[in-house]
């Protein structure tokens, strides 16, 4: 037991970095990315001995994170909010510092699932087979939720370009 715990430490002090990176990316709230990456290693932890045993363990992890930001909004203290509204953000001038501020405001308006699926495909530039195994869902389930989550940013962002998307991870 003592060999498993210690290579359990040492998968996530590797990859913590890359969790907290990708459950920043989903939440854009840097408080909710730490409770989402703690919730993913704490569940690790308890079924370790088996998950070790994944034949893509970087993959298995990632589709946990995944699918626990996808079905944190059917529990019940994910619908307490402190604010009526959020608020109001004011849309900055093209080119400017605040362009990835934008991005994520929109993406966070975007439904949970297709915003996972924007999140995999742009900002962590996975394949759609990729994007549809961490999922659990068809190919062409990836490309219609890419389609209509960016169809949403369109209307969400209004004229403003959609190329700040695949720079959110340069910045």
């Keep these: 037991m003592a060999g498993e715990s210690a290579e359990y430490v040492e998968y996530v002090t590797a990859r913590l970095p890359v969790l907290r990176r990708l459950a920043y990316s989903l939440t854009g709230d840097s408080h909710r990315a730490d409770d989402l990456v703690q919730q993913t290693i704490t569940t690790m932890f308890v079924r370790w001995s088996r998950i070790r045993q994944a034949e893509h363990l970087d993959r298995y992890v990632r589709s946990m994170l995944v699918n626990a930001f996808v079905d944190e909004r059917r529990l019940s203290w994910a619908r307490v909010r402190l ?77 403003q370009p959609l190329a700040t998307l695949t720079n959110i991870q340069e910045r």
Aim: aromatic share 2%; no cysteine.
């Design 83 to 159: 604010f009526a509204e959020p608020p109001p953000t004011v849309a900055p001038e093209p080119d400017s510092v605040e362009d990835r501020s934008v991005l994520r405001d929109a993406l966070a308006q975007v439904p949970r699932r297709q915003r996972a699926v924007l999140v995999l495909r742009f900002i962590h530039d996975l394949p759609v087979a990729e994007v549809a195994d961490i999922l659990g869902i068809s190919a062409g389930t990836v490309k219609s939720q890419t389609s209509h989550g960016l169809a949403a940013l369109r209307r969400l962002l209004g004229e």
